[in-house]
C-alpha cells in the first residue's frame, strides 16, 4: 500500500504497518520468524515496536547485504523476460488503469513462463550464499 500522504507517494512505516496489520498478523504462528531486509521502512522505531507489540520474532539480517534473499534474483529474471516478452511495456507512462493492468497480465504469464530450473537454482545455491555473506562479515558478495 502506498502512502498517498508522504512526499513521493511511496511506501512509508505507517503504510508497511498497515500491510503487516491486513496480512501478517492474521497468518502469523509464533513458532515463526517474520524474515524482512533492512529497508528504512523495515527497520523504523514504530515498525520496530509493532513487531514487540504483536510478540512476533523477526531475522538480526546482515546490516550490508541482501546477498542471502535469492527473490532479488527471482525479481530481476522476471523483469527481463517481461520486458523480452512484452517490449511494448517500456512505452508505458503507467499512470493509466489500462497500463497497471497490462503490467499486471505481462507479469503474471512471464512468472508462470520462468523455468522451475531458475528456482531450484536459487534453492541449491543457499549454502554456498551463506558461505560467502559469513566470509564477507555481512558485506556485499557476487551473489
Not at 502469523?28 to 514487540?52: C, G, P, R
Not at 529474471?77 to 503507467?94: H, Q, R, T, Y
Amino acid at each position: 500500500m502506498r502512502d498517498f500522504e508522504s512526499e513521493k507517494h511511496g511506501y512509508t512505516a505507517n503504510s508497511y504497518i498497515e500491510v503487516l496489520e491486513a496480512r501478517v498478523l492474521r497468518n502469523y504462528y509464533h513458532e515463526l520468524i517474520f524474515m524482512q531486509d533492512n529497508a528504512s521502512i523495515h527497520t523504523a522505531h514504530k515498525v520496530k515496536d509493532w513487531f514487540k507489540e504483536n510478540g512476533i520474532r523477526t531475522t538480526n539480517w546482515p546490516p550490508y547485504s541482501t546477498d542471502l534473499n535469492p527473490i532479488e534474483h527471482a525479481w530481476y529474471a522476471l523483469k527481463k523476460l517481461v520486458l523480452k516478452m512484452f517490449p511494448e511495456i517500456m512505452n508505458c507512462s503507467g499512470e493509466s488503469e489500462e497500463d497497471r493492468a497490462n503490467l499486471e497480465e505481462a507479469l503474471k504469464v512471464a512468472w508462470e513462463a520462468l523455468p522451475d530450473s531458475l528456482f531450484e537454482s536459487l534453492i541449491e545455491s543457499m549454502p554456498q550464499r551463506i558461505e560467502a555473506c559469513i566470509a564477507a562479515n555481512g558485506w556485499h558478495t557476487k551473489y
